[in-house]
C-alpha cells in the first residue's frame, strides 16, 4: 500500500529543511572559520580569510598548549563550573522534590516565586552582589563565583527537575513505602535513579552556563591566578590584539571541553527536556 504526500507537505518539508541547514550553516560555519584560522599566520586571514591554511601554522595550538598559563585557566573553570553545578543541582533537587511530592500552603507562591527568579538579570544584580562579597570577604575566593552562580542557576533547575518528579507515578512512591522507604530513602533510592536524563540536563545546563560566565569572574577575581577560560580570553585578545590568528586558536581551544561535554550528554539533555516538557 503506497501513500501519497501532497504537495503542500512536500513544500513544508523543503521548506524546514532549507531552514534547518540555514541554521546549521550560522553555527558550524563560525566555528570552523575559528579552527582553520588557528591553524593559518595573520597574512593568510587577510589574503584569503574563508579558504584552507596554505602553508598549516599548527604553532599556534601548541604554543598555547604548552603554556601554563592556559592549563591554569582551565583547571579553574573546570573547578568552579563542577563546584557550581554540584551546589545548584543537589540543592534543587531536593528543593524540586518536596515543591513537587508534598502538599502544604504555600506551595503554589513558593514555587511562582522561583519562577520568577527567572526574569531576573544577572547584570541588575552585579554592583550589590559585589558589595555583598566584599563584605563577606569572599574577593578573589572561588566561593565568590560558585555560590552565586548556584544562586541563579535554582529557579530553571528547581522548575525543570519539580516537572519530572510530578510524573513518577504516586504507586511508585507507595510501592517504596511498604517496602520500608521513608521520604529521603524513596528521593535517594527510587526517584534519583528514575530522573537521571533530568539531572543530566540540568546539569549541563548549569555547567555551560558557569563556563561561559565572564561577568561574574572578571568582576570577582583581581588575582590572576584565579581567571577563568572566559576571562583569560578576554586578557589574551587584549595581549595579542595584533596577532588574530593565535586569538582564534585560543577560542576554539577555550570552547572543546563545553563541546565535548555536550556531545557525550547529548542524549540525555534532550531525553530530559522532553520529560519535563510532558510533566
Same mark, same amino acid.
Given at each position: 500500500?503506497?501513500?501519497?504526500?501532497?504537495?503542500?507537505?512536500?513544500?513544508?518539508?523543503?521548506?524546514?529543511?532549507?531552514?534547518?541547514?540555514?541554521?546549521?550553516?550560522?553555527?558550524?560555519?563560525?566555528?570552523?572559520?575559528?579552527?582553520?584560522?588557528?591553524?593559518?599566520?595573520?597574512?593568510?586571514?587577510?589574503?584569503?580569510?574563508?579558504?584552507?591554511?596554505?602553508?598549516?601554522?599548527?604553532?599556534?595550538?601548541?604554543g598555547i598548549l604548552t603554556s601554563e598559563v592556559f592549563w591554569r585557566q582551565l583547571g579553574n573553570s573546570v573547578l568552579i563550573a563542577v563546584a557550581s553545578t554540584v551546589?545548584?543541582?543537589?540543592? #534543587?533537587?531536593?528543593?524540586? %522534590? =518536596? @515543591?513537587? !511530592?508534598?502538599?502544604?500552603?504555600?506551595?503554589?507562591? *513558593?514555587?511562582?516565586?522561583?519562577?520568577?527568579?527567572?526574569?531576573?538579570?544577572?547584570?541588575? #544584580?552585579?554592583?550589590?552582589? %559585589? =558589595? @555583598?562579597? !566584599?563584605?563577606?570577604?569572599?574577593?578573589?575566593?572561588? *566561593?565568590?563565583?560558585i555560590l552565586p552562580q548556584a544562586a541563579f542557576g535554582l529557579p530553571v533547575t528547581i522548575i525543570i527537575l519539580r516537572q519530572f518528579f510530578r510524573t513518577i507515578p504516586g504507586e511508585v512512591e507507595e510501592?517504596?513505602?511498604?517496602?520500608?522507604c521513608g521520604p529521603f530513602g524513596f528521593f535517594w533510592r527510587v526517584l534519583l535513579p528514575m530522573a537521571r536524563p533530568a539531572l543530566a540536563t540540568v546539569s549541563v545546563l548549569a555547567i555551560v552556563s558557569s563556563w561561559n560566565n565572564f561577568m561574574l569572574p572578571l568582576v570577582v577575581f583581581t588575582d590572576q591566578s584565579w581567571w577563568t577560560l572566559p576571562v583569560g580570553v578576554q586578557a589574551f585578545q587584549g595581549q595579542y590584539a595584533d596577532d588574530t590568528a593565535?586569538?582564534?586558536?585560543?577560542?576554539?581551544?577555550?570552547?572543546?571541553?563545553?563541546?565535548?561535554?555536550?556531545?557525550?550528554?547529548?542524549?540525555?539533555?534532550i531525553g530530559g527536556l522532553a520529560g519535563s516538557v510532558k510533566g
Open positions: 500500500m503506497t501513500t501519497t504526500t501532497s504537495p503542500g507537505v512536500r513544500a513544508r518539508r523543503i521548506v524546514l529543511h532549507l531552514v534547518s541547514v540555514a541554521v546549521g550553516a550560522l553555527i558550524v560555519v563560525p566555528v570552523l572559520f575559528g579552527v582553520l584560522g588557528g591553524f593559518k599566520d595573520n597574512g593568510q586571514l587577510s589574503t584569503n580569510p574563508l579558504g584552507w591554511p596554505d602553508p598549516w601554522v599548527p604553532g599556534n595550538y601548541t551546589i545548584v543541582v543537589g540543592s #534543587a533537587a531536593m528543593a524540586a %522534590f =518536596v @515543591l513537587a !511530592r508534598y502538599a502544604f500552603r504555600g506551595r503554589e507562591l *513558593l514555587a511562582t516565586l522561583f519562577a520568577v527568579g527567572l526574569m531576573f538579570p544577572f547584570a541588575v #544584580a552585579i554592583l550589590p552582589l %559585589f =558589595v @555583598l562579597l !566584599r563584605g563577606m570577604g569572599l574577593l578573589d575566593n572561588p *566561593l565568590g563565583v510501592a517504596a513505602v511498604l517496602d520500608g593565535r586569538v582564534l586558536a585560543y577560542v576554539v581551544l577555550s570552547m572543546v571541553p563545553a563541546l565535548g561535554f555536550y556531545a557525550v550528554a547529548e542524549r540525555q539533555l
